[in-house]
């Protein structure tokens, strides 16, 4: 096992309940045997290791356990005269209660309750018996401790009473002062997770007779279900649980042959409640390899993907975190809860924890061992500073750790495989690039001379080149393969965007944009293939909205660099002229999409693309949704492709102002897409549709008539919020209206529509830019958005009230100007 120690491997060989190995455990040294006993003192496994493996230990490590044996026996008795002492104070004060842990896992978790080192006494009460009981302690001198009231428990502060004791660095001192936990729950809700059935157990408690000791308890079958999941709620937390799992795991190879007990178990607890006990069992049997019964395999194979993946990638991760600290277990919190919103939770309150903790807590200033920390202040207030400044640390260290391990768990959860990352790594790179590169080019074009209307047609010729390319682009992946074909992709792409740099007359611009155009298309035809070749049915939908939706995200990374990095050039090279400071800049986004040739060369699964008979719908729907999608296609190729020219030479702001306004938009694109199936369940795909195409006619005139810079910013970041918005909603629609073998030539008219009104929108919006300015035409935009809303809801009426919204995968990525 990686990063566990040389001495902690040879006993869990040792303790193994299949095939037990004790040779490791004899060749210890005496150092090592001492670091050890540290250990197990520490995991409460010193009493198990002796009744397991006595006959093979040193000497002296033998009479040391025997010692700390009878010291344990002598404090057990203490045990259970306090016990029978709290048991009668209960009874007289009308307190029902039972026994939870301790002396009540026996002999089903621990041979002999003595061999189980116990410092309280927990006992469950129901809500109308917790402060009768909490009141009886009080009477018999037990004064509860607050100090950890700041953290989440499922019972009343520990309570105990006032002694002079001291710790003498005895684990078993026969003294140790015994205290007391009330329950109010058997389990915390701020896991966020609900196991169902829990309330069902007090219903079937019963009693026990334990160690001369008579009480009340859980029955077996729901005692085993607790406590593992007392287990489970320790493993969250970060908690050690080694002899919890050694526990569980003899309870399991015991009990493995109990047909009747298992089948109980399987009845009476629900699916839920199985599966999240069985997640204890694994690490049971993976520790310890303990026998189990068929029941417990079957829950074992049956638990959720996301699960397993965390158990065979970080199932030693607990056993890691004793000894160098992770937040693996944060990965197994995230797949078990089932809400965004609880995922999101459970997320942040282990990356970046928000709760402070009080003064003089317990554990402040204190090592692992209950030692005290050394070079630690005195003063309670600095000891307290010095306490924080150590968990701040202690997060920003394991931070960048987390995180990689959650990138781990997340693809091996979906079965994302190697060639799959490198696919996404060159996707990442033509996004990023592509970004910055159509952020600046504009505005490069500008300071060259060109006036809004020569812009707008070398848009347009690069949205025809587009659409000229796509039938070419399928030609040659069909007949080379899908990588050669993305190969030739990312070889032209920065090839042509580091030429249209360097070339700057105005037929050359418009012949590159044609032919960069059509380079693009080859991406935007090998995308879907590819990614359906390196991904199976199961993962495929997130795999398309990962690499989709990225292409939106990065544009938040892409808009931050694009903006300063003319900035930063011309800090390195002063003496360099402005002009070539954003050639360099633009050679520099070309160069990051060259950089996706290398992960494309490397992939080796990708084949032909499969031909396809593409059926070309000719029903009713199709005549009305296509004159409405090129009327709304005039509105999203018209301004979004030249909204940078608009903040520099309409608004005179700055470039690095620029490419923060495009962060923020690209940002609000992902908001506003998530959040776009809420507005199409409440009011039907059609009338969702018109309804965000209206706000978007809005927020065209707020743009129109924007008297500063700041204001026209904000509306802007609206304007691109809402205008994606319909996105989602128009696939959805459009998908749900054909029938299955309609759906690939039905995408193919409506890119071809898409496209084609985009190119004629980018000409006129030049040409009407450079001759009545831009309030003018941006109003005119406006107008048309309205005319496109109401075509969508006269032409289409309520044909898909009740389909659902597309995720963000469905989103086009045919033209990435637009961005």
């Known amino acids: 096992m990686r990063n566990i120690p040389r001495h902690v491997e040879a006993l869990l060989s040792a303790l193994r309940f299949q095939n037990p190995d004790t040779q490791a455990l004899q060749a210890l040294s005496d150092y090592d045997w001492r670091r050890l006993l540290s250990f197990t003192d520490l995991m409460r496994l010193t009493l198990p290791l002796g009744r397991a493996c006595g006959g093979v230990l040193p000497a002296w490590v033998g009479a040391r356990l025997r010692r700390n044996f009878e010291d344990n026996s002598e404090h057990f008795e203490g045990v259970k005269s306090a016990y029978k002492e709290i048991a009668d104070a209960l009874q007289a004060a009308n307190a029902e209660f039972l026994v939870i842990k301790g002396f009540a896992q026996c002999p089903e978790f621990s041979e002999d309750a003595r061999l189980r080192p116990q410092s309280d006494i927990d006992l469950f009460c129901p809500p109308d018996s917790i402060f009768r009981a909490r009141d009886a302690l009080l009477d018999l001198g037990y004064e509860p401790d607050t100090r950890l009231d700041h953290l989440p428990s499922d019972h009343l502060p520990p309570m105990a009473r006032k002694t002079d004791w001291q710790w003498r660095g005895n684990f078993f001192d026969p003294d140790l002062p015994l205290g007391v936990e009330l329950h109010f729950r058997l389990w915390d809700d701020d896991t966020r997770l609900s196991p169902p059935g829990l309330d069902e157990f007090w219903q079937r408690r019963l009693g026990k007779h334990v160690a001369g000791i008579v009480f009340p308890a859980l029955d077996p079958l729901d005692n085993l279900g607790y406590f593992s999941l007392h287990l489970l709620r320790n493993l969250l937390r970060g908690e050690w649980i080694l002899h919890h799992v050694y526990e569980v795991a003899r309870f399991l190879h015991l009990s493995a042959e109990k047909e009747e007990f298992w089948q109980s178990w399987r009845d009476l607890h629900a699916p839920r409640l199985r599966s999240l006990q069985a997640i204890g069992f694994c690490l049971a049997q993976r520790w310890f390899s303990c026998n189990v019964s068929h029941e417990v395999s079957a829950e074992l194979e049956a638990l959720p993907k996301p699960v397993e993946y965390w158990l065979d990638a970080f199932g030693e991760s607990p056993l890691q975190g004793i000894f160098r600290s992770n937040k693996d277990t944060m990965w197994l919190h995230v797949a078990l809860v089932d809400s965004q919103s609880d995922k999101c939770y459970v997320a942040m309150n282990s990356l970046l924890p928000l709760r402070v903790p009080k003064v003089d807590a317990p554990g402040q200033g204190t090592a692992s061992d209950g030692k005290p920390k050394r070079f630690w202040p005195s003063e309670r207030h600095a000891k307290y500073a010095f306490y924080l400044a150590s968990r701040i640390w202690h997060h920003t260290r394991t931070l960048p750790r987390a995180l990689w391990s959650g990138v781990r768990w997340w693809s091996g959860a979906n079965e994302l495989g190697e060639e799959f990352w490198r696919f996404f790594a060159a996707s990442f790179c033509l996004d990023l690039g592509a970004f910055i590169f159509f952020l600046l080019f504009n505005l490069y074009l500008v300071d060259c001379g060109f006036s809004e209307k020569i812009i707008g047609r070398v848009t347009s010729a690069m949205a025809i080149g587009s659409l000229a390319g796509t039938i070419p682009a399928g030609i040659l992946a069909q007949r080379f393969g899908l990588r050669r074909s993305l190969l030739l992709c990312f070889s032209l792409v920065p090839a042509l965007s580091a030429l249209r740099v360097l070339v700057s007359s105005q037929a050359a611009q418009l012949t590159l944009g044609f032919c960069a155009g059509g380079a693009m298309s080859i991406w935007a035809v090998c995308l879907s293939p590819a990614l359906a070749q390196l991904t199976n049915e199961r993962n495929r939908p997130f795999a398309f909205s990962l690499v989709l939706s990225t292409g939106i995200g990065v544009g938040v990374l892409g808009g931050a660099l694009g903006g300063v990095l003319p900035g930063w050039l011309s800090k390195v090279l002063p003496a360099v002229p402005a002009i070539h400071i954003s050639q ?54 018209s301004f979004a492709p030249l909204a940078n020219v608009y903040f520099s030479q309409y608004l005179r702001i700055t470039l690095p102002r620029i490419g923060m306004i495009f962060s923020l938009a690209q940002l609000s694109q992902v908001v506003a897409i998530l959040l776009a199936p809420i507005i199409y369940k409440k009011f039907g795909l059609v009338t969702g549709i018109m309804y965000t195409q209206l706000a978007t006619a809005v927020a065209l005139g707020g743009l129109a008539v924007a008297p500063i810079a700041s204001a026209a910013a904000i509306i802007y970041t609206g304007y691109m919020a809402v205008q994606w918005m319909s996105e989602p909603g128009m696939y959805s629609l459009l998908m749900s209206e054909v029938t299955a073998e309609e759906r690939s030539g039905a995408s193919a008219l409506n890119f071809f529509v898409i496209s084609l009104g985009s190119a004629l929108a980018a000409a006129l919006a030049g040409e009407g830019f450079a001759r009545f300015g831009y309030p003018v035409v941006i109003a005119t935009i406006a107008g048309v958005s309205v005319i496109a809303g109401f075509m969508f809801r006269l032409l289409l009426g309520e044909t898909a009230r009740t389909a659902t919204a597309a995720s963000p995968a469905t989103i086009s990525a045919t033209n990435p100007g637009s961005a």
């Not at 494309?600 to 999608?629: C, D, G, M, Q």
Request: proline residues 7%.
């Open 584 to 637: 360099l800049a633009l050679l520099t986004s070309s160069v990051v999409i060259g950089l996706g040739v290398w992960p494309i060369s490397s992939l080796k699964s990708l084949l032909p693309s499969t031909r396809e008979r593409k059926v070309y719908p000719r029903n009713r729907f199709l005549t009305r949704y296509l004159p409405a999608i090129a009327v709304w296609s005039l509105v999203t190729g």
